[in-house]
């Protein structure tokens, strides 16, 4: 008995041991990108900084919101983010809840022609040619429409429906002359929270962090979103450190660049990280309901 409790005393050391060794991991990148944001650029590419900032100067983030590319990025971004994810939530909820239905004839074959899509598409160069063809190259529905749909979504939401909304509801519902519409509106999305808003979290951090898209469909700058921006600047910023820095003028222009490299991915990142405490008691809750229960 006492060797047991020993055993079990031991695993649960080295559970919390692994634990600690993962957050340190998953936070330093973090804290470090952080410190590095707010301290001398000199410091930085020193190696100096490593948890906490050096010679603290906020040159980076005046240079960020200095730039009126930077501050259109961020904008179309967060234009991106709302419509898109506004968009994803009704088509997601749109396929998931019929496919969810007993009643739905044939559901199991227009599931299986969504999840072959998961594994088969037409590739980008025909993807590129049908944008063009519908006349939307050059705006925000080239960055919204061909991803308004996820098969994987789909597949989570109807696994919630039909197994953390008991179908009993909703045929008390249809007796009691509820239609179809009515019943998802007034009894299975007040009741599907958790996964609406594990939902946001994964379409709104996907259309955040999004700039493949823009990349191919966009020409105009005006229209590009911020993380396109942000992925210009680390590119030049790894362009002037190959390049060296021969002179005063070339120096100020790399520490600049690094100052500016950090504070960037700081206030790109800023609105998911305050985003996500508000919807993480949802997410975990989401998952775990959503899942096949034997």
Known sequence: MQQ??????????????????????????????????????????????????KQITLIGYYR???NS??????TNTIIYTVVGTAINLVMSIAAAFPLSRRDFYGRNLFAALMVFTMFFSG??????????????????????????????NILIMRTFFQNGIPQEMQEAASIDGCSNIGTLVKIVLPLSMPIIAVMILFYSVGHWNSYFSALIYLTDRDQY????????????GQMQEMLGVGDD??????LEGEAIKYALV???????FLLY??????FAKGVMIGAIKG
């Open 4 to 53: 047991q409790f020993n055993t079990e005393k031991l695993f649960d050391w080295f559970v919390h041991a692994l634990l600690a060794l993962i957050c340190v991991v998953v936070l330093y990148p973090l804290v470090f990108v952080l410190a590095a944001s707010i301290s001398s650029p000199e410091a930085v590419m020193r190696g100096e900084v490593w948890l906490w900032p």
């Open 64 to 66: 960020v919101f200095q």
């Open 69 to 74: 590319e930077i501050l259109t990025g961020y």
């Open 123 to 152: 590739g980008m160069i025909p993807s590129y040619l049908l944008v063009k063809d519908l006349g939307m190259l050059n705006s925000m529905w080239a960055l919204i429409i061909p991803g308004a749909v996820s098969v994987y």
């Open 225 to 236: 979103p911020l993380q396109l921006f942000l992925r210009e600047i680390l590119i030049q």
């Open 249 to 254: 003028t070339n120096a100020n222009v790399v």
């Open 266 to 272: 700081i206030v790109a990142n800023l609105p998911i």
């Open 277 to 282: 405490p508000f919807l993480q008691k949802y």
